[in-house]
């Protein structure tokens, strides 16, 4: 999958997550759509993220971004950041500072750099240390992931 022009906002999730790099998001289903990311429906998700116990917190705190509570980062948030860190070596909290301030806008953009194969323009997987390829003409047939020169 190629990473597109712009990441959309809406790609960012509650969390700090970046759900263009999610490998969700990056697996074509059967039906030919992605996990369309956190902010939007159940689509694609697997069951721990359609039970996400920080998405519901944050929908039930009225806010869209757990770092807009007064709360972050909260029990939660921490240890998934501690997970994130040592699996992935990811901050979700550096992220979701970031996207606080300067902006989201400029968030996406330095992760579209981050996240882009130079060689390619496929977007790498967060979560594999990925990136994905096309090979081919069928959507949920053709493709293949390369490990990361990491």
Partial sequence: MKMPEKIENVMFAPCG???????????????GKPCAGC??????KPQHCRK??????VRGKGVTYCYECLDFP???????????????GESLVNNS?????????????????KWTC?????IISLHD????????????????FIPRNV
């Fill in 52 to 57: 996400c116990k920080i998405k519901a917190c």
């Fill in 74 to 88: 909260c029990k939660q948030i921490k240890s998934l950041e501690k997970s994130y860190n040592k699996r992935y």
């Fill in 118 to 122: 130079s060689e390619c323009g496929g």
């Fill in 17 to 31: 997550m970046n759900c263009a790099v999610c490998y969700k998001h990056l697996q074509t289903k059967k039906n």
């Fill in 129 to 144: 240390l990925f990136f994905v390829v096309i090979v081919g003409k069928r959507s949920s047939d053709n493709l293949n």
């Fill in 39 to 44: 902010l939007l429906g159940d689509l694609g």
């Fill in 97 to 113: 500072m970031m996207v606080k301030d300067p902006g989201i806008d400029r968030f996406m953009d330095s992760e579209k750099v």
